[in-house]
C-alpha cells in the first residue's frame, strides 16, 4: 500500500507529478503546505505493484522526498533508481539539515518546503552529491559512476554537459578528462579566432598588423596565409591594397597604397 494515494492520485495524474515520501505525518505536511500531490512509502520499499499502480494513474514524473538523514538518502536513491529503470522521469529533494518534510513545514513555512520540491535534483546530480570525493580515487569514481549512471538514463548533450560541469565543480578534475568520461567531446578553439577576437577590442593593435605588413614579409605572409581578414572594413580594404602591391613590386608603399584606395 501507498499511503493516500487513493487521494493523491487524481491531483498527481493531473499535474502529472507525485511527490513519494516516507510517513504519513509527511504527507499531512505536504498536504498542509497545499500540496495535495503525496503518497507515502510507510518504510516499505518500492514493489512492482506499487510501481504499476503509479503507472495506470498516468503519472510520469515523480520527486522523491524522504527523510534527510544518511539512511532516508540512500533510501531515496535505492527507491529513485526502482522508479527510474520502470521509465518514470525521477527527482530527489533533500531537505536540509537532515529533517524530514513535517519538521522543514514547521521551521521554515510552507513556501520553503514547495520551493525545494520544485527545485529538487535530477537523479545523477543527487548521485554525485552523495558520493565521497575527498581522495582522488573517490573523485575518479564519482566522475566514473556518474557519467554511467548518465548514459544509462540516455541523458540528452545538455544534461550530460551539465552534469560533466557539476562534476569538475566537485571534484576539480581536469575539465577535458571529465568531459571525455561524459562522452562530450570538448571544441578546440581556433587559435586565430581568439586572436581576432582580442584585436577586435584593440583598434591599435590592427593598425600596428597593418604597418608590419609593408615592412616584412613575415607579417605580409602571417595576413595572407592565416589572419585573412580584419575587424575593421577599412583596414580591410588598406591590406588588400598592400598585398597587391607587395604582389607587383615586392613592397608597400603609402602613396602607392592610396593609389589603389583612390
Do not use: W
Not at 498536504?31 to 516499505?44: D, E, V
Amino acid at each position: 500500500i501507498l499511503y493516500n494515494f487513493d487521494r493523491a492520485s487524481a491531483p498527481a495524474s493531473k499535474s502529472g507529478s507525485l511527490i513519494l515520501c516516507e510517513g504519513f505525518m509527511d504527507v499531512i505536511a505536504f498536504y498542509r503546505a497545499g500540496m495535495k500531490n503525496a503518497a507515502a512509502l510507510m518504510g516499505t520499499a518500492l514493489t512492482p505493484e506499487h510501481l504499476s499502480m503509479i503507472g495506470k494513474a498516468a503519472i510520469k514524473n515523480i520527486t522523491v522526498c524522504l527523510d534527510g538523514d544518511r539512511a532516508g538518502l540512500n533510501a531515496a536513491f535505492k527507491n529513485a533508481m526502482i522508479l527510474s529503470d520502470a521509465g518514470f522521469t525521477v527527482h530527489v529533494c533533500v531537505l536540509p539539515d537532515g529533517k524530514d518534510p513535517d519538521e522543514s513545514l514547521e521551521s521554515d513555512g510552507a513556501e520553503a518546503l514547495s520551493s525545494r520540491i520544485r527545485s529538487a535534483m535530477p537523479l545523477v546530480a543527487f548521485r554525485m552529491r552523495m558520493m565521497p570525493r575527498t581522495t582522488f580515487d573517490e573523485k575518479k569514481q564519482l566522475v566514473e559512476e556518474s557519467a554511467q549512471l548518465s548514459k544509462k538514463l540516455k541523458s540528452d548533450m545538455i544534461e550530460a554537459e551539465s552534469y560533466a560541469a557539476l562534476a569538475c565543480h566537485l571534484t576539480g578534475l581536469p575539465k577535458d578528462s571529465v568531459y571525455a568520461t561524459f562522452g562530450i567531446r570538448m571544441q578546440s578553439k581556433d587559435p586565430i579566432l581568439s586572436v581576432r577576437g582580442f584585436m577586435a577590442e584593440n583598434r591599435q593593435l590592427e593598425c600596428q598588423l597593418l604597418k608590419g605588413m609593408m615592412y616584412s614579409h613575415k607579417v605580409l605572409d602571417f595576413y595572407v596565409s592565416t589572419y585573412r581578414r580584419f575587424n575593421f572594413r577599412s583596414y580591410d580594404a588598406i591590406a588588400k591594397a598592400i598585398v597587391s602591391e607587395c604582389g607587383k613590386a615586392g613592397h608597400a608603399s603609402a602613396a602607392s597604397i592610396m593609389s589603389h584606395l583612390s
